[in-house]
Structures are given as C-alpha cells and as structure tokens.
C-alpha cells in the first residue's frame, strides 16, 4: 500500500518564536490515522524544529537546497548540510522557486540528484499554470516537468520519490482544483510513470495534492484514488487546521 503523507510548507513565515509556538500547539494534535506529517520550517529554524521534534512522529523537510555540495555559492545551503544536521527530506521544485528564482527542469534534475545521493528524500513539487489548463496543454506541461527532471533516474531511486502535483492557479489562491480534476491529473501522472518505469514503481509512489488544501476540501480530494495526501500551504500554520487535515483520510 501506498504511504499517505501531509506535508507542511511552511514557506518564509514564522520566526524562531513562532516556530516554537506552533511545534507546542502541533505537539497537542493527534495524529488519528496512518499518515506520515511532515512540517518544513524555513532554513535558519530547521535545526530547532528537528531538536523539538525528536521525541514525536512529526517529521521535518527542508524547503529547498543547492545543487552543489559546498563551495563558493553565498548563501545557500548543500544537501550534505541538511544531512549532516538530520534532515532526511527536501521539498523541490516548488513553483514559488520556479516562478521567483528561475529554477528550470534542467537545475532541478541536478538538485534531485544531488539530494539522492546524499540520501535525502525528496518531495517533488511540479504543475501547470492557468494558461496551460485554459489551452489544455496541462497534461504535455506536467509530462514534460517530470520527464525533464526526473526520468533519466533509475528505478530503484523512485522509492526516494515523493511527487506533489500543484497547479499553479491553485497556490494560495483559495481556488482548489476539485477532487475529480486532482484524480485525473494524479492518475494521468501515476500512468506516465507506469509508461517509463512500469506499473510496480508508479502504484508505489505517493502523489500528494497542493493547492489551497483546506480543513473544508481535504476529505474529498483525498477520498479519491490516485491521492495520496498533500503539500499544504496556508492552513499548515494552523496546528488544528494542519491536524484536521491529517486526518481527513480517516474519517
Ligand atoms: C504550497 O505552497 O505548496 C501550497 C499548496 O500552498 P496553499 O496550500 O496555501 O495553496
């Protein structure tokens, strides 16, 4: 069976006080079902957030990472480093790190493989934007991400694998794509997989959800078959929200 997973994307809020705050209040909410959470906390309160978690089954990502492994790159942060601090996961290629930073498919393939090797985890985020789905090129668009940056991996690196499926017009819109547009887009990715690496690695990946997950429409986008969980925004700097969330799959 597939996991199912609720990640927090923190994204640039909370300072070191917030962060605290939020892992007491996280720590209170009960986690009803079998889904694994994750919170990424941004990068200078990741170390803090993992210490505070140690002793809970939260789990704590990283937002992003260089590609390279140390050297002269002014602030930024290697794979190697987050390993070294006990990160074991990183979200990549989300679309605020696409749209603001300019990261390409092509930058993108090496990040991912920059963070297998150092045995990370990866959660990697991909969609289409309003445009793609108004000339219904989404599905080329999300094909072409996930052939760009992830296919020349071989099969035994798709069990590191965590895709999220977010398109674009959804991300802190409030607009949500409704829970049989999320199922034919996950399905149509799950059959892409199976097209290049056969029906046991794509039935094995979790395909997680984002786009103004909410406590309201959680139920019924993961209700659905090819959703595995999702990539939460906004209503992760909610602990009840956040938990509501969570465990939507099991009621
Ligand atoms: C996200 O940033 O990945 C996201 C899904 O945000 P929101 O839930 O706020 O739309």
């Given at each position: 069976m597939r996991k199912h997973i609720v990640a927090g994307n923190w994204k640039m809020n909370n300072d070191l006080a917030d962060t605290a705050g939020l892992i007491t209040n996280l720590k209170k909410e009960r986690n009803l079902g079998d889904a694994e959470v994750i919170i990424a906390p941004t990068f200078v309160n990741l170390y803090k957030a993992f210490e505070s978690l140690s002793d809970s089954n939260i789990k704590v990502a990283a937002q992003n990472m260089h590609q390279e492994e140390s050297g002269a790159f002014t602030g930024e942060i290697s794979a190697k480093m987050l390993k070294g601090i006990g990160i074991n996961t990183v979200i990549l290629g989300h679309s605020e790190r696409r749209a603001y930073f300019h990261e390409t498919d092509e930058l993108l393939a090496k990040k991912v493989n920059s963070?297998?090797?150092?045995?990370?985890?990866?959660?990697f985020c991909f969609g289409e934007e309003l445009q793609d789905r108004k000339d219904e090129k989404h599905e080329d668009v999300v094909a072409t991400q996930l052939e760009n940056a992830l296919f020349h991996l071989d099969k035994d690196a798709w069990s590191n694998i965590i895709l999220a499926y977010?398109?674009?017009w959804a991300i802190g819109t409030g607009e949500t794509a409704s829970p049989e547009q999320a199922q034919e887009m996950h399905q149509f990715i799950r059959n892409t997989i199976a097209s290049t690496y056969g029906q046991e690695v794509a039935d094995g990946v979790?395909?997680?959800?984002?786009?103004s997950v909410k406590p309201t429409n959680a139920k019924e986008i993961f209700n659905k078959k090819d959703v595995d969980g999702g990539l939460i925004g906004g209503a992760a700097l909610n602990a009840t929200d956040f938990f509501e969330i969570v465990n939507a799959f099991q009621q």
């Amino acid at each position: 069976m597939r996991k199912h997973i609720v990640a927090g994307n923190w994204k640039m809020n909370n300072d070191l006080a917030d962060t605290a705050g939020l892992i007491t209040n996280l720590k209170k909410e009960r986690n009803l079902g079998d889904a694994e959470v994750i919170i990424a906390p941004t990068f200078v309160n990741l170390y803090k957030a993992f210490e505070s978690l140690s002793d809970s089954n939260i789990k704590v990502a990283a937002q992003n990472m260089h590609q390279e492994e140390s050297g002269a790159f002014t602030g930024e942060i290697s794979a190697k480093m987050l390993k070294g601090i006990g990160i074991n996961t990183v979200i990549l290629g989300h679309s605020e790190r696409r749209a603001y930073f300019h990261e390409t498919d092509e930058l993108l393939a090496k990040k991912v493989n920059s963070a297998l090797k150092n045995e990370l985890r990866i959660i990697f985020c991909f969609g289409e934007e309003l445009q793609d789905r108004k000339d219904e090129k989404h599905e080329d668009v999300v094909a072409t991400q996930l052939e760009n940056a992830l296919f020349h991996l071989d099969k035994d690196a798709w069990s590191n694998i965590i895709l999220a499926y977010e398109p674009v017009w959804a991300i802190g819109t409030g607009e949500t794509a409704s829970p049989e547009q999320a199922q034919e887009m996950h399905q149509f990715i799950r059959n892409t997989i199976a097209s290049t690496y056969g029906q046991e690695v794509a039935d094995g990946v979790s395909i997680l959800y984002g786009g103004s997950v909410k406590p309201t429409n959680a139920k019924e986008i993961f209700n659905k078959k090819d959703v595995d969980g999702g990539l939460i925004g906004g209503a992760a700097l909610n602990a009840t929200d956040f938990f509501e969330i969570v465990n939507a799959f099991q009621q």
